[in-house]
């Protein structure tokens, strides 16, 4: 019989990967357009990074005063960051398709989708499971990055190269998506495996 741990991994893992699928079924079954696939792995950039910051206000292990303050710098500083990755995507991309209002449903549903899915993993494990008793606000400070490089890299360049050089390909796609969702999974799977708590990435 499976210990309740093991349960709730598998059900927040299994939040993960239909999140990380919903990007595909868009593509290939909804006519989701380039622009709205690669702002939904932005909107997932700021998903992560709400959780995150919750996660050093929660952190037991470093004093409230501290708490507060890493809190302040990482709002600043993963907020610039934010800010300078969605301008050089909205002039790469182009801005017209923002006001869309079938592109803004479009990214309301993959926003939701990322928003459970993370919170799911966020309520199960960290606040649930008790990570947050031992967790230390200055090591939340660095989880999202990692996760959020990885993101960059495979979801949104790799997507965008697709699309720019030839559309909206199933090949490419899947290989994309697939490629994101094993780092993610693998990720997630060793933050909360087990009993022990781990060092690499958010889920």
Avoid at 143 to 163: E, H, K, N, T
Wanted: glycine letters at 10%; aromatic letters at 10%.
């Amino acid at each position: 019989m499976l210990s309740a741990a093991t349960r709730t991994t598998r059900t927040s893992a299994l939040g993960l990967v239909l999140a990380n699928l919903l990007p595909l079924i868009g593509v290939l079954a909804l006519g989701w357009s380039p622009f709205t696939v690669v702002m939904a792995y932005v909107l997932e950039t700021v998903i992560v990074g709400l959780y995150a910051w919750l996660r050093i206000l929660l952190a037991q292990q470093t004093p409230l005063g501290a708490r507060i303050g890493v809190a302040m710098f990482f709002t600043a500083h993963y907020g610039i960051f934010l800010l300078v990755q969605s301008v050089f995507l909205v002039i790469a991309l182009g801005a017209d398709d923002a006001w869309s209002p079938d592109v803004q449903q479009e990214l309301a549903i993959a926003g939701l989708g990322f928003l459970v899915s993370h919170g799911i993993s966020f309520a199960a494990h960290y606040l649930g499971g008790g990570e947050f008793r031992q967790a230390d606000a200055r090591i939340e400070l660095f989880r999202p990055y990692l996760r959020v490089f990885v993101q960059q890299v495979v979801a949104i360049l790799g997507f965008w190269i697709a699309f720019t050089l030839g559309g909206a390909r199933i090949g490419p796609v899947l290989a994309l998506v697939a490629c994101k969702l094993l780092l993610d999974l693998r990720a997630h799977l060793r933050l909360h495996a087990g009993d022990a708590p781990r060092e690499p990435l958010p889920g």
